[in-house]
């Protein structure tokens, strides 16, 4: 079975989730990166330079022997179970796997659509504002639904939404989305810890030294 992850060069947790998930699995695939005029093409024909088929012309995309999967998180499962980081027979704890990984998404389109086509001066002013309230709102909701192992957000399971978080803590406090502070994990103690134990791992150390 041959498996690619396509996305762009950068490590956003859409793909990483995935990316890293098949690395701690060691499972091998192939890491295909497109620039951006090349994904603007795919965006609008809905296939790559060289044919592969992007489903819904969106990235990232996963490709298996010659099928293309779109959507994040279908992918993250996809990889997740072949990686030993989600349950194949545990359809409840898949469920609430899920549920954070869906959350992420959710958090990520109101993110990227706050204040979308307003112009600059009142667009800085509408991201603050959706920091304040509905991110806020959002991220507290995570953080009071974690486990209280100080390990992983499921109690006793290390699985693909504690790789999710991870990525989506390194963009919210990258400093690069317009409005949002840096110091965001102050008053977020489990998503703190969280973010560290899996900081500290070594296949996460590991992807970073070689990726980041
Ligand atoms: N629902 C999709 C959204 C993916 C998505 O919006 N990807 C962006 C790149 S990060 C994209 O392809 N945007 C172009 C578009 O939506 O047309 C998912 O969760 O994977």
């Known amino acids: 079975m041959r498996i690619s992850i396509i996305y762009f060069n950068f490590p956003f947790w859409r793909a990483e989730v995935s990316r890293i998930a098949l690395h701690i699995g060691k499972i091998k695939y192939d890491d295909i990166r497109v620039d951006r005029d090349e994904f603007m093409r795919a965006r609008s024909s809905g296939k790559l330079d060289n044919g592969t088929i992007i489903p819904f ?12 999967i779109g959507q994040t998180a279908g992918i993250a499962r996809y990889c997740g179970k072949l990686s030993g980081l989600y349950p194949t027979d545990a359809n409840l704890l898949a469920a609430k796997i ?3 990984i869906d959350l992420m998404t959710d958090i990520t389109v109101l993110t990227f659509n706050a204040g979308r086509d307003l112009k600059p001066k009142e667009k800085i002013i509408k991201r603050k504002e959706f ?3 509905e991110f806020t709102r959002k991220f507290r909701m995570l953080e009071e639904h974690i486990s209280n192992n100080g390990k992983t957000i499921i109690t006793k399971n290390f699985n693909i939404s504690d790789i999710a978080l991870w990525s989506f803590v390194n963009w919210i406090t990258s400093g690069t989305i317009d409005g ?3 110091n965001i994990l102050k008053k977020y103690p489990k998503i703190q810890k969280v973010f560290k134990y899996v900081n500290e791992l070594p296949e996460i150390k590991n992807w970073v030294k070689n990726n980041y």
């Open 131 to 133: 920091f304040d309230q």
């Open 57 to 68: 012309h969106q990235l990232p995309c996963l490709i298996v022997d010659d099928e293309s």
């Open 180 to 182: 949002f502070p840096k």
């Open 98 to 100: 899920d549920q954070y």
